[in-house]
T-cell receptor
């Protein structure tokens, strides 16, 4: 199971704390994404990045922050401003050929389950 | 922006029967429509995809159909087996990213 790795698998956070979820890929993909998965709501996009040092907000970015200092890495910070952070977080990456108007497969990590205690 | 609706949310079929999951999308500019399977506790994985210049695509027991005029696409699984039990997600591309449906929990009854 190589390619895209998330850590940790389980994470517990106290109220008012910031936590950072790690996502690393060795697929040489330009594009990386963070999704949140809640029961019955599918996958909702938090942030995405198509190139190093650039990223864009997704549909539910409030209370989250990201950085993209290296092509291989796209960490997600869940801040204390996120009111309901308990969820399953999935990181994904893909070859960026969107400029050619071609969608491509997104490869997912194994996910991090975050619980607020 | 793109909105993807997926139905049904749960589906239960007898082993050996067929299963059909349907999705509709709103953005006529969408051109790429993948389907992902997520087994319990695991990551979503691509099982089949289709592009807008194709109306149907088949891979063994799995097929996807696309109606661009009506903006809907469907996943068909024939001769279902217990290992087909999982959550299935459809998606459509929008402005250089994928928008996912809400998911369908498929249960295959022996």
């Amino acid at each position: 199971d190589g390619g895209i790795t998330q850590s940790p698998k389980y994470l517990f956070r106290k109220e008012g704390q910031n936590v950072t979820l790690s996502c690393e890929q060795n697929l040489n993909h330009d594009a990386m994404y963070w999704y949140r998965q809640d029961p019955g709501q599918g996958l909702r996009l938090i942030y995405y990045s198509q190139i190093v040092n650039d990223f864009q907000k997704g549909d539910i970015a409030e209370g989250y922050s990201v950085s993209r200092e290296k092509k291989e890495s796209f960490p997600l910070t869940v801040t204390s401003a996120q009111k309901n952070p308990t969820a399953f977080y999935l990181c994904a990456s893909s070859i960026d050929v969107w400029g050619m108007d071609l969608g491509t497969e997104a490869f997912f990590g194994q996910g991090t389950r975050l619980t607020v205690v | 922006g793109e909105n993807v609706e997926q139905h049904p949310s749960t589906l239960s079929v007898q082993e050996g029967d067929s299963a059909v999951i349907k999705c509709t999308y709103s953005d006529s500019a969408s051109n790429y429509f993948p389907w992902y399977k997520q087994e319990l506790g695991k990551r979503p994985q691509l099982i089949i995809d289709i592009r807008s210049n194709v109306g149907e695509k088949k891979d063994q027991r799995i097929a996807v159909t696309l109606n661009k005029t009506a903006k809907h696409f469907s996943l068909h699984i024939t001769e279902t087996q217990p290992e087909d039990s999982a959550v299935y997600f459809c998606a459509a591309d929008r402005a250089q990213k994928l928008v996912f449906g809400q998911g369908t929990r498929l249960t295959i009854n022996p």
